[in-house]
T-cell receptor
Framework: DTGVSQDPRHKITKRGQNVTFRCDPISEHNRLYWYRQTLGQGPEFLTYFQNEAQLEKSRLLSDRFSAERPKGSFSTLEIQRTEQGDSAMYLC???????????????FGSGTRLTVV | AQSVTQPDIHITVSEGASLELRCNYSYGATPYLFWYVQSPGQGLQLLLKYFSGDTLVQGIKGFEAEFKRSQSSFNLRKPSVHWSDAAEYFCAVGGRTGNQFYFGTGTSLTVIP
């Protein structure tokens, strides 16, 4: 396994267009997370899945954003009617389900950098 | 409220010098603490993590961090910095469920020869 893969690495789109990003997690990880990172900031939580179930969504995830993980493997993040404020690095991460007495750090992908012009 | 503060936006050190990056957190339950490193245009790599037990934890690349509950701090240290350590460093806090981590705004490290 080569880690968490994200595609594409870069995306430039015109305002108002729809974009979709893909994330392939580490195969044995049942948890998958999406974070957004803007310039000069740390990553901010968007949403996470356990297997195919989307269990939590941030208030940052407006109605224009939708995430899916249909078979509990790869995930997609779609942004409809993109705005300039959506320009950011979108990071995907995966982890194993935490044990009773521990939790796990994430393994991050390299991210998809979105530029809305 | 849950939050992480990294008071130093940017630090410059000479190669071979020691390093300490500061992190303070606010978390309503038992905190699980992490340090990540990010090179330009890349994702984040886990350096080390603290769950419980010994408050001094060792990580990869010669880094260590010390958890001080009384000060709500989790500072990252390295005895001798290498030029390849130049990167952005993020401290994060979360809970046992691992549902969501809260990241600081990062500290950018420059290493001069």
């Amino acid at each position: 396994d080569t880690g968490v893969s994200q595609d594409p690495r870069h995306k430039i789109t015109k305002r108002g267009q729809n974009v979709t990003f893909r994330c392939d997690p580490i195969s044995e990880h049942n948890r998958l997370y999406w974070y957004r990172q803007t310039l000069g900031q740390g990553p901010e939580f968007l949403t996470y899945f356990q297997n195919e179930a989307q269990l939590e969504k941030s208030r940052l995830l407006s109605d224009r954003f939708s995430a899916e993980r249909p078979k509990g493997s790869f995930s997609t993040l779609e942004i409809q009617r993109t705005e300039q404020g959506d320009s950011a690095m979108y990071l995907c991460a995966s982890s194993a389900q935490p044990g009773q007495d521990s939790t796990n750090g994430y393994t991050f992908g390299s991210g998809t950098r979105l530029t809305v012009v | 409220a849950q939050s992480v503060t990294q008071p130093d936006i940017h630090i410059t050190v000479s190669e071979g010098a020691s390093l300490e990056l500061r992190c303070n957190y606010s978390y309503g339950a038992t905190p699980y603490l992490f340090w990540y490193v990010q090179s330009p245009g890349q994702g984040l790599q886990l350096l080390l993590k603290y769950f419980s037990g010994d408050t001094l934890v060792q990580g990869i690349k010669g880094f260590e961090a010390e958890f001080k509950r009384s000060q709500s701090s989790f500072n990252l240290r390295k005895p001798s910095v290498h030029w390849s350590d130049a990167a952005e460093y993020f401290c994060a806090v979360g809970g046992r469920t691992g549902n969501q981590f809260y990241f600081g705004t990062g500290t950018s490290l420059t290493v001069i020869p």
